[in-house]
């Protein structure tokens, strides 16, 4: 028991206030049960209340409980004179703090006992549910956090659970004071698409069978960094034209398809691909077939592949990728010989040199080497394998063997080294046998330098010497002569207006006139395009026509310089400087003598003149210039009109800038009026009379 007394009456302290209070609690039930009683007794008053009617109040936690009670105070003993019980609800937290006032009336004169006493009380705390503490506010799955139980009763118990995502589950159950818990990995399926989350750990806190209270904590949960996306295979396989059972890659042929195999891990999902190493290309799929492989040797494919957490996991795998060149022939030839090999030009066998070379490719290659022959005049050949087993061929003056060729014709001999992707070839012509001159069995043929191949009733002369003609050579059909070839002047065939069929290699037209000629004409003779490049002293020109109509251009310097648009044989318009019929609209700008720069379609012409220029940009026309002007007085504008060195055709936009370091301070003035397609007027206007430079300049249309 406890008790709290004060003293109260006339004289001073003349009586004693006591309470005595006790008081037993229920941990379920959160309540103390409180007993309080009231107390009396004299100390030094001279009075003493005999059976004596008071009025007692008893506060207890705000409530108020009232009291008459009859007491006698004929003795300095205490008197009881009242006694409640109750039941106060603590707070959440267990605490409770109860305020107790006695008062009394003695009802009589004021030497009776009458006064208050009070105070408040502090309730031992009634311990409530179990606030959690952890060892660590974050961790990774597949670690383990302690979860402390810091009880308030020995007989508290608890159960430990967790809420994180969709998922809940149990940790433990009749906790005492602590349990350590490995936090599942397989919670990271909760987390598809990030790397922590936030787990709820709920403490219920159980006194026997009955429930005290909850609390929860919170605990962050990180997925750990060797939860990664899987690759668990790159199959890379044959995609080009390498047979796939040569179990080799090669260059220039071979493809990659490449199928990698990835997913997740705990739920994430593969976001995306890269993959590295072919060629240096980088490939964004699963599955991809790659351009055709250029680089030889030992190679690494490296896939990288990331999920929806942003992790990434890496793989390689490794190819080769066998050196290949197409098959390549580095010498031939071909003569006519003897049957044991000697040379001889009407001999009716066949000596060849043929060497080449083909990529082995491990030795998985194919490889051919053959000699083909035909009549020149034939569409296909006859070929003859020449046995080899090498990748390479080196066969230097060889027969061919039980193949004849008849000295009376001449032949195409092809050079064939093939692999299994490709071949290459070389044709060389093996001419007829050697005789300074046959005749055609016809007798309408003749040949010199070979034997005549001429087909029957053909008539043909066949050379296969070089010929040097020491007189004139006049050619015709039909009885009509065409032209002559001169000694020492060319080959004259027609007129320059009316060549004849063909084309004209070379003509004299006049005196010191050599005409170098290519001219195409139509089926009716009209000339269709041509090229004539023209030496001559006095009028060197070059022709370049279509129809009858052409271009010619003519060197500065010559008897009349400059470019030409003719038709026929007449000037349309002559586009020089000294020209005053050329006609710029007709033929989108001028090419002028003082040309400077062309650029794209415009013409750009640069004039230079004194202290003005100008410049035509297509139909723009550029003016600029400097002129001096000495003001007649200070403070006075001065003017002095200025022509443009090339003339508008339409009124130009002006602008004007003094010369001078202080503008505004000397200079108060400067402008331009009275603008004309052929002048303007300057106006000038300084503090002083010193004399100005004006920068002027105008554009306009052309």
């Not at 063909?502 to 395009?529: C, E, F, P, W």
């Not at 331009?672 to 002083?688: C, E, G, P, Q, V």
């Amino acid at each position: 028991m406890a008790e709290f007394t004060g003293k109260i009456g006339t004289p001073s302290d003349g009586f004693t206030l006591k309470v005595v209070y006790s008081y037993t609690q229920s941990v379920a039930n959160n309540t103390s049960t409180l007993t309080a009683t009231g107390y009396v007794k004299r100390n030094n008053s001279t009075y003493y209340p005999y059976n004596t009617t008071s009025s007692v109040v008893l506060k207890i936690d705000g409530k108020t409980y009232n009291f008459s009670p009859s007491y006698n105070l004929n003795t300095n003993n205490y008197v009881k004179i009242c006694t409640k019980t109750v039941t106060i609800t603590h707070g959440a937290d267990g605490k409770k703090s109860v305020p107790i006032s006695l008062k009394m009336d003695g009802k009589l004169s004021n030497y009776y006992p009458n006064g208050t006493i009070s105070k408040t009380i502090s309730l031992t705390t009634i311990p409530r549910a179990t606030t959690p503490t952890l060892s660590a506010t974050s961790i990774a799955m597949g670690s383990s956090v302690t979860i402390t139980t810091n009880r308030a009763s020995s007989n508290f118990t608890h159960t430990i659970t967790y809420t994180f995502g969709a998922t809940t589950g149990t940790i433990a159950s009749s906790v005492g004071t602590s349990v350590p818990w490995v936090v599942p990995i397989s919670l990271a399926n909760q987390l598809p698409n990030t790397d922590s989350g936030t787990c709820t750990i709920t403490c219920q806190t159980y006194n026997g069978s009955t429930l005290i209270g909850t609390k929860t904590v919170n605990l962050t949960l990180t997925v750990p960094s060797s939860v990664v996306p899987e690759i668990s295979s790159i199959v890379i396989s044959e995609a080009g034209s390498t047979p796939i059972d040569w179990g080799v890659y090669v260059q220039n042929k071979s493809k990659l398809k490449v199928v990698t195999t990835a997913r997740g891990s705990y739920s994430s999902t593969i976001q995306s691909y890269k993959i590295t190493g072919i060629d240096g290309n980088t490939y964004t799929s699963s599955n991809f077939t790659s351009s055709t492989l250029t680089q030889s040797g030992g190679k690494t494919v490296t896939v990288t592949v990331t999920d929806s957490r942003g992790r990434t996991a890496t793989k390689t795998a490794a190819y080769t990728c066998i050196a290949y060149s197409n098959p390549t022939i580095s010498k031939v030839t071909a003569t006519r010989c003897n049957s044991d090999g000697t040379a001889n030009e009407e001999g009716t066998y066949l000596k060849y040199t043929f060497k080449g070379a083909i990529s082995s490719v491990n030795d998985k290659n194919t490889h051919v080497y053959k000699i083909g022959y035909k009549l020149t005049t034939a569409s296909t050949y006859t070929y003859v394998t020449i046995p080899n087993d090498a990748y390479s061929i080196d066969k230097e003056d060889m027969v061919l063997s039980n193949v004849t060729f008849s000295e009376n014709n001449s032949y195409h001999i092809q050079f064939y080294i093939g692999d299994y992707f490709t071949n290459s070839t070389i044709i060389k012509n093996v001419a007829t046998g050697f005789t300074l001159m046959d005749f055609n069995s016809s007798g309408k043929s003749i040949a010199i330098g070979k034997v005549s191949e001429a087909s029957n009733n053909q008539e043909m002369l066949e050379v296969a010497i070089s010929t040097v003609f020491d007189k004139n050579v006049t050619l015709k059909t039909g009885g009509t002569a065409l032209g002559t070839i001169n000694s020492g002047s060319g080959f004259n065939r027609g007129s320059w207006n009316s060549p004849n069929q063909g084309i004209i290699t070379q003509k004299t037209d006049n005196t010191n006139a050599q005409h170098s000629v290519m001219v195409g004409l139509s089926s009716t003779g009209n000339r269709i395009y041509g090229v004539d490049l023209l030496d001559s002293d006095s009028s060197p020109r070059m022709r370049l026509y279509s129809g009858n109509g052409y271009l010619e251009v003519l060197p500065t310097g010559a008897t009349i310089g400059g470019c030409y648009i003719l038709t026929t044989d007449n000037v349309v318009n002559n586009l020089t400087s000294t020209s005053s019929t050329a006609i710029l609209s007709a033929y989108q700008g001028k090419l002028l003598n003082d040309t400077k720069v062309t650029q794209g379609a415009k013409s750009i012409t640069n004039t230079t003149g004194g202290n003005s220029s100008y410049i035509i940009l297509g139909n723009l026309l550029l003016c600029w210039g400097r002129v001096a002007i000495v003001p007649s007085a200070a403070n006075t504008p001065t003017s002095k009109t200025i022509t443009f060195p090339k003339k508008f055709s339409l009124s130009p936009a002006v602008i004007v800038n003094p010369q001078t370091g202080g503008p505004g301070t000397y200079v108060i003035g400067c402008s331009s009026n009275s603008t004309t397609t052929s002048n303007t007027k300057i106006n000038l206007t300084r503090k002083d009379t010193t004399s100005t430079s004006v920068d002027w300049f105008a554009i306009g249309q052309a």
